[in-house]
């Protein structure tokens, strides 16, 4: 476990350098960052002033040793926008996002296994066409479009709930909602076939040959064998709701996160707070794949810790 | 998903029987004529809307749609704030909408494809880095990057298509390769290298006949990923780019009137949600047939491939 682990973390600490690696090949060598940050009636002495102070005059090896030393230090330099170090400011901003993604995500995670279970159990039956549609709808329905027509249709229509920010419980309802509703529809879809699956495999029928009851089959024998393939695909969902859902619901509802902030770094031409933004979360992505194979491995005795690579 | 056949006659029978039988499916017929509708609106843009997509008319600015009081038939789902017909723009916002999973999945197909099979077929150290390099990619922080290469390139039709595609190429070589170890150890694979058959006979004859239909099946599902991460992408600002039309850049443009002129977001996120909802029903469909234990559930659709996605 102790060298699995270790072998997993090595492996993670690769995956960031490598998105680092990434970004810095995108913004220095294709795109030209001087040009992005500066104000169109920048001079060439601004230009040169800007470069100095960026480092950009030296050798690009160079650049990209230090730009990678400097990341593992988690130092990213000084936000042009904010004039204080980037990882201060993605630090400030990332509670808020905590607290949003958690409540999206176990809205998403909870109400898509009900579901999933539920329809399951009788496959064909007008429950199971019911959730079928709804989570379609989860996984096709685009989340910005989501959003704004809730703004319109609870915020505006309804009066039931701010439009926007943050504050109270009241203005987290919607965004987590909105950022969980695709998480509802992938999860009740692959809890559902796994469900399917488990009903009809021989260790269950042989469960109800022994006379366990229905309930009892239902939440112990077979939600055992679907939770592996539920939990494998929370994964996913987690990631894709931070690296993702994430940046585009707080933008709609200015949810003051790492989301939104990167959209505003992005106007104001900050590079450095995006480069700071997609590495605490390139961060966050690594840690949660190393979980979801932990708790994977932990459930299903038939993966060994040494087979996965 | 894996089911192995060697691509023969009965096969092709069994996939003409595979047409007669989408037309007696509602939920697959259903999406495929949603599709054909989307299709020819994009073909035949043109013809088909009443007005010029970027011709606009002060006089008539934020008219309401034809149901509401204020409408008209002459703008039957209203105007924006520069009097542009909302309805017209949908039909052209179809082009560029639909042509950029086209571009984007076909670029990502045939690359990824191509390295699934070397993957595959090589196996040993090529596939191990391979897949290493492919797994690595799986980790990044997917529509961010996006974003961030998008803000420092600039967005276009290009960038914002090869981006796309470099996002998704992983999902079809991780498929390819996959579907490769499991064919080459089929017994008449095995059987055609001990007669002597060459490794590209038996790449061309015996493999590449188990692949076609998982990877059109993915390529359908993952066009409708592309939809929705163009959509996403051209609404924050880094997608598409005025004076060209797409879904996602209407309703970035709406969000300003949500208040007063709803029906700018609404139609065209409708016709996101439907193309995507079509085509998430056809591919749900298409894996249902390719499948005959997928039968049994049948309605058990699309969305539940991991994929290195969301948004």
Same mark, same amino acid.
Do not use: C
């Given at each position: 476990?102790?060298?699995?682990?270790?072998?997993?973390?090595?492996?993670?600490?690769?995956?960031?350098?490598?998105?680092?690696?990434?970004?810095?090949?995108?913004?220095?060598?294709? $795109?030209?960052?001087?040009?992005?940050?500066?104000?169109?009636?920048?001079?060439?002495?601004?230009?040169?002033?800007?470069?100095?102070?960026?480092?950009?005059?030296?050798?690009?090896?160079?650049?990209? $040793?230090?730009?990678?030393?400097?990341?593992?230090?988690?130092?990213?330099?000084?936000?042009?926008?904010?004039?204080?170090?980037?990882?201060?400011?993605?630090?400030?901003?990332?509670?808020?996002?905590?607290?949003?993604?958690?409540?999206?995500?176990?809205?998403?995670?909870?109400?898509?296994?009900?579901?999933?279970? %539920?329809s399951?159990?009788r496959p064909g039956g007008w429950v199971d066409r019911?959730?079928?549609?709804?989570?379609?709808?989860?996984?096709?329905?685009?989340?910005?479009?989501?959003?704004?027509?809730?703004?319109?249709?609870?915020?505006?229509?309804?009066?039931?709930?701010?439009?926007?920010?943050?504050?109270?419980?009241?203005?987290?309802?919607?965004?987590?909602?909105?950022?969980?509703?695709?998480?509802?529809?992938?999860?009740?879809?692959?809890?559902?076939?796994?469900?399917?699956?488990?009903?009809? /495999?021989?260790?269950?029928?042989?469960?109800?040959?022994?006379?366990?009851?229905?309930?009892?089959?239902?939440?112990?024998? /077979?939600?055992?064998?679907?939770?592996?393939?539920?939990?494998?695909?929370?994964?996913?969902?987690?990631?894709?709701?931070?690296?993702?859902?994430?940046?585009?619901?707080?933008?709609?509802?200015?949810?003051?996160?790492?989301? !939104?902030?990167?959209?505003?770094?992005?106007?104001?031409?900050?590079?450095?707070?995006?480069?700071?933004?997609? !590495?605490?979360?390139?961060?966050?992505?690594?840690?949660?794949?190393?979980?979801?194979?932990?708790?994977?491995?932990?459930?299903?005795?038939?993966?060994?810790?040494?087979?996965?690579? | 998903?894996?089911?192995?056949?060697?691509?023969?006659?009965?096969?092709?029978?069994?996939?003409?029987?595979?047409?007669?039988?989408?037309?007696?499916?509602?939920?697959?017929? !259903?999406?495929?004529?949603?599709?054909?509708?989307? %299709?020819?609106?994009?073909?035949?843009?043109?013809?088909?809307?009443?007005?010029?997509?970027?011709?606009?008319?002060?006089?008539?600015?934020?008219?309401?749609?034809?149901?509401?009081?204020?409408?008209?038939?002459?703008?039957?789902?209203?105007?924006?704030?520069?009097?542009?017909?909302?309805?017209?723009?949908? %039909?052209?916002?179809?082009?560029?909408?639909?042509?950029?999973?086209?571009?984007?999945?076909?670029?990502?197909?045939?690359?990824?494809?191509?390295?699934?099979?070397?993957?595959?077929?090589?196996?040993?150290?090529?596939?191990?880095?391979?897949?290493?390099?492919?797994?690595?990619?799986?980790?990044?922080?997917?529509?961010?990057?996006?974003?961030?290469?998008?803000?420092?390139?600039?967005?276009?039709?290009?960038?914002?298509?090869?981006?796309?595609?470099?996002?998704?190429?992983?999902?079809?070589?991780?498929?390819?390769?996959?579907?490769?170890?499991?064919?080459?150890?089929?017994?008449?694979?095995?059987?055609?290298?001990?007669? $002597?058959?060459?490794?590209?006979?038996?790449?061309?004859?015996?493999?590449?006949?188990?692949?076609?239909?998982?990877?059109?099946?993915?390529?359908?599902?993952?066009?409708?990923?592309?939809?929705?991460?163009?959509?996403?992408?051209?609404?924050?600002?880094?997608?598409?780019?005025?004076?060209?039309?797409?879904?996602?850049?209407?309703?970035?443009?709406?969000?300003?009137?949500?208040?007063?002129?709803?029906?700018?977001?609404? !139609?065209?996120?409708?016709?996101?949600?439907? /193309?995507?909802?079509?085509?998430?029903?056809?591919?749900?469909?298409?894996?249902? /047939?390719?499948?005959?234990?997928?039968?049994a559930k049948r309605f058990?659709?699309?969305?539940?491939?991991?994929?290195?996605?969301?948004?």
């Amino acid at each position: 476990m102790g060298r699995y682990l270790l072998k997993r973390l090595s492996q993670a600490v690769l995956v960031v350098i490598s998105v680092m690696v990434v970004v810095f090949v995108v913004t220095r060598l294709i $795109g030209d960052p001087v040009a992005v940050m500066l104000p169109l009636e920048a001079t060439e002495e601004n230009r040169a002033l800007l470069e100095a102070q960026l480092g950009l005059d030296r050798p690009i090896l160079a650049q990209l $040793g230090d730009f990678v030393v400097d990341a593992v230090r988690f130092d990213l330099g000084d936000s042009l926008w904010q004039r204080r170090p980037a990882m201060d400011v993605v630090l400030e901003r990332l509670p808020p996002t905590l607290v949003l993604v958690a409540a999206g995500f176990a809205f998403g995670v909870l109400l898509g296994v009900v579901i999933g279970v %539920v329809s399951g159990m009788r496959p064909g039956g007008w429950v199971d066409r019911a959730a079928v549609t709804l989570g379609l709808l989860g996984v096709s329905l685009p989340q910005f479009w989501i959003g704004l027509v809730f703004i319109v249709f609870f915020s505006v229509g309804l009066g039931w709930f701010p439009t926007s920010g943050s504050g109270g419980i009241e203005h987290l309802v919607l965004p987590a909602v909105v950022l969980g509703l695709p998480v509802v529809g992938r999860i009740a879809l692959v809890t559902r076939s796994s469900m399917i699956d488990e009903l009809n /495999a021989q260790h269950v029928k042989d469960a109800t040959g022994r006379g366990v009851s229905r309930t009892r089959i239902v939440l112990v024998h /077979a939600m055992k064998g679907a939770g592996i393939a539920t939990i494998t695909i929370a994964g996913w969902e987690l990631i894709g709701v931070l690296a993702g859902g994430a940046v585009v619901v707080e933008t709609v509802y200015a949810w003051p996160g790492i989301g !939104f902030t990167a959209m505003q770094a992005i106007e104001r031409h900050d590079i450095i707070l995006v480069q700071a933004v997609v !590495f605490v979360v390139a961060i966050m992505v690594v840690t949660i794949n190393i979980i979801v194979d932990v708790a994977y491995t932990m459930l299903d005795p038939r993966v060994k810790f040494d087979r996965v690579s | 998903m894996n089911s192995v056949s060697s691509g023969s006659r009965s096969e092709r029978r069994a996939s003409a029987g595979r047409l007669m039988r989408i037309v007696r499916d509602p939920t697959a017929l !259903f999406g495929v004529l949603v599709l054909a509708l989307l %299709v020819s609106a994009a073909l035949f843009a043109p013809l088909i809307a009443p007005l010029d997509p970027n011709k606009q008319d002060l006089a008539a600015r934020l008219l309401p749609p034809f149901y509401a009081e204020g409408g008209s038939s002459q703008h039957l789902l209203g105007t924006d704030q520069l009097g542009r017909d909302v309805l017209s723009r949908i %039909v052209h916002g179809a082009r560029i909408s639909l042509t950029i999973p086209l571009v984007s999945v076909t670029l990502a197909g045939v690359f990824g494809t191509a390295v699934g099979l070397l993957a595959g077929y090589r196996g040993g150290k090529a596939d191990a880095f391979i897949m290493r390099i492919v797994d690595t990619l799986f980790s990044f922080p997917g529509l961010l990057l996006a974003l961030t290469i998008l803000a420092v390139v600039g967005p276009s039709f290009w960038t914002l298509a090869i981006v796309l595609s470099l996002r998704i190429w992983m999902v079809f070589a991780r498929m390819t390769r996959g579907l490769v170890l499991s064919a080459r150890e089929a017994e008449y694979v095995e059987a055609a290298a001990l007669v $002597g058959a060459s490794p590209v006979r038996i790449m061309l004859r015996h493999i590449a006949p188990n692949l076609t239909a998982p990877l059109l099946t993915l390529a359908v599902l993952e066009s409708a990923h592309v939809i929705l991460s163009e959509a996403a992408l051209s609404f924050l600002g880094l997608g598409i780019q005025p004076p060209q039309t797409s879904w996602g850049l209407d309703v970035a443009i709406g969000r300003q009137y949500v208040f007063s002129a709803p029906w700018l977001i609404i !139609f065209p996120g409708l016709a996101i949600a439907v /193309a995507v909802l079509g085509i998430n029903l056809l591919a749900g469909w298409l894996r249902v /047939a390719a499948d005959p234990q997928e039968s049994a559930k049948r309605f058990a659709a699309a969305a539940d491939a991991p994929s290195a996605w969301s948004g």
